[in-house]
């Protein structure tokens, strides 16, 4: 009789310890989307919550660095709250470089973070070079001359007046393109641009595809970046990228 008493004490203790005992807080948990839209300084990813936790999710996004568990000490955006799949861009990074990108979110418990994933950010002349390709293959009525110096030329209006040469002053209408057919600079209804051609007023693929018209012709310029603004970028306009031009040649003012 003692004994049954002893086991009874026993499981009754063990249920009231298993009664009170509070589950341990717990972060959200997260999973890492694939990385997408790799270009030189830009990428994509994102990730999924799938379960909150033991509070709701304050804060979430993704973290990238070029260690293999980044944290969001690192570098981080923050893209939502609660559940569900979210996506983020990584931009600002560093050409032709390893980084490792993983998802996370936070509660009032902690942070959980997704599995880390790696990629490599493109070598700019690749990635230009991809670009202008991809634009030429979708223009096919583009019927570009390569000039040596790596500037596609065409020639929409052949002019009947003098041709351009250096230390000549040129008269220009002019806009200019991203590849992405966006406009980020012209002077049509304004005055003409007024500038000596050879001189290095102008960025040197204008410069020279100027000497490929004739004036009252119009043309196309398209140019990487190394006949444009390079690395740096101008204003709007970022480092590496390659730019069109559509040029009318008003007026020849020769020497």
Known sequence: MLKIAGLFVLILSIFLFNSCKKDKPTPPSITTSDVTAISSTYATSGGNVTNEGSSAVLSMGICWSKLVEPTITDNKTTDSIGLGAFTSNLTQLTPNT????????????????GEALS?????PA???????QEFINKNPTFSFQLKPSGLYYLDL????????????????????????????DTNIGAPDLVFPVGEGYMISGFDEGITYMREGGKAVFLMPSKLAYGSA??????????LLFEVNLVKVKKR
């Open 126 to 132: 690749k990635a230009e070079d991809e670009i202008i």
């Open 233 to 242: 970028g101008y204003y709007s306009i970022p480092g590496y990228t390659p």
């Open 98 to 113: 390893l980084y490792y990108v993983r998802a996370y979110a936070t509660n009032s418990f902690g942070t959980g973070y």
């Open 157 to 184: 209006i052949i002019g009947t007046g003098p041709v351009p040469v250096a230390h000549d002053t040129a008269y220009v209408q002019y806009t200019g393109y991203f590849l992405n057919g966006n406009v980020f």
């Open 119 to 123: 990629f490599t950010t493109l070598d």
